[in-house]
């Protein structure tokens, strides 16, 4: 999106609410800079591919079947399968090693993967809220089973790469589990930072920033000139809502068209979600990626969900932290500056992003 002409560039650095110590630079004039107009990345569309291991037809193709919907039907709906190719693997355990400063602890846990839909080249917004809906129900159904499995695994991330930009190596539409012994640092620093601001509110952060996104109304004014400098309006960051959901455009996002989607009522574990909700999980997030392909033309994204750890000494954190799902389009390349400095550079103003997706006519 380009910046126009009429409105004043924005140069501000944003700090993360929950966690202070990411910030983002907002710099709407660095998207004049000129540079080669791209085309948005082609996807296969295509319904069946006979030489892809993940269509109907190809199930002796890939590695052992964990469990697939519906149970022992040949047109299933989605497989759950072992990774090929794991980041980390069940085989064994071993002691961790300590040399001097250097430490490693054994790679051990699951990586395993979602064929999420029977039709190869099916995005997101063209599955229907049922699917959908039956999707993350298998999510549930399988982070819970890899937590009885195995006592030592302390988290199960679940995420969607979702073309070459976002890491995808398979067109076939699919997602991952990978379930470790840690707790992945950036979840920690939100449970961590949460809890504080708890500790000092008696609020979750998360509760109030939902909040504040559907109530809060302020206009900000230059003490010198009076001049307004920004109207913060009700609902600007909205992008979508259904009766138990809402989709957020962060105030400091990290990614152009980033979208948060979190529970209006307060929750901690995504396990606790009934299926009932999951429905209206399901059409917040149909609707808010059809806005986004709509807006960027062949979306390429991430998603990831962020729970509370599994552990007892989580477990008060409870009433603080409050589980979500994060979408992070691909549009650009993190620069030398962005890699050196840790400062991710926006250079969409996030209001303006949220306004263009709201008016996406679905």
């Known amino acids: 999106m380009e910046q126009q002409h009429d409105e004043k560039p924005l140069r501000e650095i944003r700090i993360n609410p929950i966690v202070p110590s990411e910030s983002v630079l907002v710099a709407t004039a660095r998207s004049m800079r000129p540079r080669k107009k791209e085309e948005p990345a082609p996807r296969d569309t295509r319904r069946h591919v006979p030489e892809c291991a993940f269509c109907r037809g190809n199930e002796s193709q890939t590695p052992p079947e964990i469990l697939r919907q519906p149970p022992g039907q040949n047109d299933w709906e989605m497989r759950i399968v072992e990774n090929l190719y794991p980041v980390l693997g069940n085989e064994h ?125 302020a206009t900000i004014y230059a003490r010198d000139s009076g001049h307004v400098v920004r109207k913060i309006n009700v609902g600007q960051y909205v992008v979508e809502r259904g009766q ?80 979500h799902l994060e979408i992070a389009p691909r549009t650009s390349i993190p620069s030398g500056f962005e890699l050196g400095s840790g400062l991710f550079v926006n250079t969409i103003s996030p209001e303006q992003a949220a306004e263009r997706l709201r008016a996406v006519v679905l």
């Open 93 to 217: 355990s071993q002691p961790g090693i300590i040399f001097g400063l250097q430490q490693a602890i054994d790679g051990y846990g699951r990586h395993e993967v979602i064929v999420d839909h029977f039709q190869h080249g099916i995005a997101i917004h063209e599955m229907s809220p049922p699917h959908l809906q039956g999707l993350f129900g298998l999510y549930q159904q399988r982070m819970a089973e890899l937590y009885r499995m195995d006592a030592r695994l302390r988290y199960v991330l679940v995420f969607k790469n979702f073309g070459p930009a976002a890491g995808a190596s398979m067109a076939h539409t699919h997602s991952q589990i990978i379930a470790t012994p840690v707790v992945p640092q950036n979840v920690y620093d939100e449970v961590t930072n949460s809890e504080q601001y708890f500790k000092r509110q008696q609020r979750c952060i998360f509760c109030t920033l939902i909040d504040e996104a559907l109530t809060y109304e």
């Open 244 to 323: 138990h959901f809402v989709a957020i455009k962060p105030f400091a996002s990290r990614y152009e068209w980033e979208v948060h989607v979190l529970p209006l009522r307060h929750q901690s574990n995504f396990l606790e979600v009934s299926h009932a909700d999951l429905a209206d999980l399901a059409q917040v997030l149909q609707r808010t990626m059809a806005r986004l392909d709509a807006v960027i033309g062949g979306a390429q994204f991430n998603f990831f969900l962020h729970t509370l750890p599994q552990g007892e000494e989580y477990q008060p954190c409870q009433p603080s932290y409050h589980w």
